[in-house]
């Protein structure tokens, strides 16, 4: 898979140095992740092949729990934020957003 990582914010620093084995997961996870399809209902071109972030979202869980990353709640503090998070650990929290397939490029920019 062609993977290409832009940072917001320049964590880097801090992604290589204090949490460098949970950012090693990340990207081992993504690096070992199939490209997931299924077949499209939409008019027009049913069966044809789109993203398929269900597949996407039940990769990213079932491979990263292995390594000890869990749901999580917000803090009520933090509400205004949501209610919980995809992924945390050590520190690290990750959200893992993919809508349906019009919106792919906007979930990975």
């Not at 997931?36 to 092949?49: C, F, I, M, P, V």
């Not at 934020?81 to 809508?99: N, P």
């Amino acid at each position: 898979m062609d993977i290409r990582i832009a940072d917001f914010n320049n964590p880097d620093a801090i992604l290589t140095t204090t949490h460098a084995q949970e950012w090693g997961q990340v990207l081992t996870t993504i690096e070992s992740m199939p490209l997931h399809l299924k077949a499209s209902d939409q008019d027009g071109r049913q069966g044809s092949l789109i993203f398929d972030p269900v597949g996407t979202n039940a990769y990213l869980k079932a491979s990263l729990a292995t390594s000890g990353w869990l749901a999580t709640k917000i803090a009520p503090d933090y509400a205004f934020l949501g209610i919980d998070v995809d992924f945390a650990k050590s520190g690290v929290i990750l959200e893992a957003q993919f809508s349906n397939y019009p919106f792919l490029l906007n979930n990975l920019i």
